[in-house]
C-alpha cells in the first residue's frame, strides 16, 4: 500500500471550450476554436464545440458527479469571449455562469481551481493582427485576468493564468495544428512571449490587488526527453528537444531568460528576437506560488540532419494508449525530480494527467476501463514515490473528469473517468471513476 498525505490535493479537470457548449449563449461571441472547428478539414469529422457536454447546462449534475467520485478540488477554465465578448466590453452575464459554478462547488466543498486561458482566445482578439501576435493582446489578457480577480479572487483558492503555452503557441501559430492554425515559427516565438508576458503581467495585477486567500501559478505541459542512444549527436539534439519543449518556457519563469543554445538556433530560423524588450524578462519571472504540470508522456529522439531541431521521435518500447503516446510513468517521476533540482522547490500540482482508451459501453450500462485505471495508478505511484523523497508534491488532477471535446480529434478520442453519451447526452461513471473515489476515500493506491 502506498499512502498520500492527509492534505494531498485529489483532483479532475476539463476546459470551457471542451465541455460548454452553449457557444452563442448570455453574450458570448466567438472564440478562435469556434472559427476554427468550423473550417473544413481542421478537425475529425468536422466536429466542434457548439454543443460539446452541455456543461454550461448540466453543471450542476456535473458537480453532483463529483460530489458522488468525492473530489477535493476541480479544476476548470473560463471562456474568455462569455468574459468580454467585445473589446473593452465587460458582460456580467458570462460571468454570472463561473460565480453559479463556484457557488454549486463551494456548497458541495470542492475547491475550485481556475485556469484563465485555455486556449478559447475571442475572435475580436485574433481579428486584430492574429491574437497573441499583436503585442497588445497582453493589455487585453490582463484586462481580462484583473476583472476575474475582482469578481472572483478570494473564492478561488488556485489561479492558473495560462494552460500550456506551448500548445497555444507553437502548437498554434507555428505546428498548425490548433487555432489559429499558422505554419510560422516566428509567429509561434512571438505568440509564446506575449503569453509570457502576459502570465507575468497578471501575475503583478494579482499582487498588486492583495487577494490573500488565493495563490497563483502557471501551468506547463512538459515532455521529458531523451537521447535515443549515447551517441553525441543525439545527446545534442536530445538536448534541442528538451530547449524547443520545456527549456523554453520554464527558463524565463524561473530563471529570467531563454536558453543561449535555443536562442542561437532559433534566430538562424526567425530572424531577429526583435520583439522582446526590455524588461519582459523580468516580468515573466516575478515569482509564482505553484509549479501546475501536465504530464502525459516522454519523447526519444535520435539525430537527424534535415530537421529544424536536427532530431526525430523514435517510438518508446512502452504501451500505448489510443493517441499512441507512450505510456512512461518513470518518466513523470524523472520529470519532477529534475523540476525540484533544477528548478523550484515551490508547491508542484499535476493539473493534467490521464489517457484515451476505446471505452465502450457493455451491456451491463458500465464502462471496464481497466487500462484507464492502470495508466492512473502507475503515474500515482510515480508521484508518491516523489513525495517520499520530499518532493514539494501536492496535488493531482486527472484529465478528464468527462469525455469531451478533444481538440482536433474532435469526440472520436475519450480522456474522461465518467462516459458521455453524446446523443443523449447522459453520463456513466467508468469504472475507473469507482476506482478513484476509492482512493480518494483511504488516500491510499493498493501496489
Ligand atoms: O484535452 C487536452 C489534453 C489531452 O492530452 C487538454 O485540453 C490539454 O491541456 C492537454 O494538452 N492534453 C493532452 N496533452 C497531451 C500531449 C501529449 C503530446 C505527445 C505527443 C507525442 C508525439
Redesign the pocket.
Known amino acids: 500500500m502506498i499512502k498520500f498525505p492527509k492534505d494531498f490535493v485529489w483532483g479532475v479537470a476539463t ?1 470551457s471550450y ?1 465541455i460548454e457548449g452553449a457557444v452563442d449563449e448570455d453574450g458570448r461571441t466567438p472564440s478562435i476554436w469556434d472559427t476554427f472547428s468550423k473550417t473544413e478539414g481542421k478537425t475529425y469529422q468536422g466536429h466542434t464545440g457548439d454543443v460539446a457536454c452541455d456543461h454550461y447546462h448540466r453543471y450542476k449534475e456535473d458537480v453532483e458527479i463529483m460530489k458522488e467520485i468525492g473530489v477535493k478540488a476541480y479544476r476548470f477554465s473560463i471562456a474568455w469571449p462569455r468574459i468580454f465578448p467585445e473589446e473593452g466590453k465587460y458582460n456580467p452575464k458570462g460571468m454570472d455562469f463561473y460565480k453559479r459554478l463556484v457557488d454549486e462547488l463551494l456548497k458541495k466543498d470542492i475547491m475550485p481551481a481556475a485556469t484563465i486561458y ?1 486556449w478559447d482566445l475571442p475572435q475580436w482578439a485574433y481579428d486584430k493582427g492574429g491574437g497573441w501576435l499583436n503585442r497588445d493582446s497582453v493589455k487585453w489578457y490582463v484586462e481580462y485576468a484583473t476583472k476575474l480577480f475582482e469578481e472572483l479572487g478570494d473564492a478561488i483558492p488556485l489561479w492558473i493564468t495560462h ?2 503555452p506551448w ?1 497555444a503557441s507553437i502548437l498554434s501559430y507555428g505546428i498548425g495544428e490548433h487555432a489559429p492554425g499558422h505554419k510560422n515559427y516566428r509567429e509561434a516565438l512571438i505568440a509564446a512571449h506575449h503569453i509570457l508576458l502576459s502570465h507575468g503581467k497578471a501575475v503583478k495585477a494579482f499582487r498588486e490587488m492583495n487577494i490573500k486567500r488565493s495563490k497563483i501559478g502557471i501551468t506547463l ?1 512538459l ?1 521529458p526527453v531523451y537521447p535515443a542512444s549515447e551517441k553525441e549527436e543525439d545527446k545534442l539534439t536530445a538536448q534541442y528537444a528538451d530547449g524547443f519543449s520545456n527549456r523554453w518556457f520554464l527558463d524565463p519563469i524561473f530563471k529570467g531568460n531563454y536558453p543561449q543554445e535555443m536562442m542561437e538556433l532559433y534566430s538562424k530560423i526567425i530572424g531577429e528576437f526583435d520583439f522582446i524588450k526590455e524588461g519582459d524578462l523580468e516580468t515573466i519571472s516575478v515569482p509564482i506560488d505553484f509549479l501546475g504540470v ?1 504530464y ?2 516522454r ?1 526519444i529522439i535520435k539525430y537527424n540532419e534535415n530537421s529544424m531541431l536536427k532530431g526525430e ?1 523514435v517510438p518508446g518500447p512502452g504501451k500505448r494508449t489510443e493517441m499512441g ?1 507512450e505510456i512512461s510513468p518513470e518518466s513523470l517521476y524523472d520529470l519532477l525530480k529534475r523540476l525540484d533540482r533544477e528548478y523550484t522547490k515551490l508547491p508542484i500540482y499535476i493539473t ?1 494527467n490521464g489517457a484515451a482508451f476505446k471505452d465502450e459501453v457493455t451491456e451491463d450500462r458500465r464502462v471496464h476501463d481497466d487500462e484507464r485505471i492502470e495508466y492512473i495508478k502507475e503515474h500515482l505511484k510515480a508521484a508518491a514515490k516523489f513525495i517520499e523523497e520530499g518532493g514539494n508534491l501536492k496535488g493531482y488532477f486527472v ?2 473528469l468527462m469525455d469531451n471535446f ?2 482536433a480529434h474532435g469526440y472520436s478520442k475519450r ?1 474522461g473517468i465518467v462516459y458521455v453519451d453524446y446523443e443523449t447526452q447522459k453520463r456513466i461513471l467508468k469504472d475507473s471513476a469507482w476506482w478513484y473515489k476509492g482512493v480518494i476515500q483511504r488516500s491510499v493506491i493498493e501496489e
Open positions: 476546459s471542451q485555455h494552460n500550456e500548445c505541459n515532455t501536465n502525459y508522456t519523447n521521435n503516446w493534467e484529465w478528464s478533444e481538440w480522456f
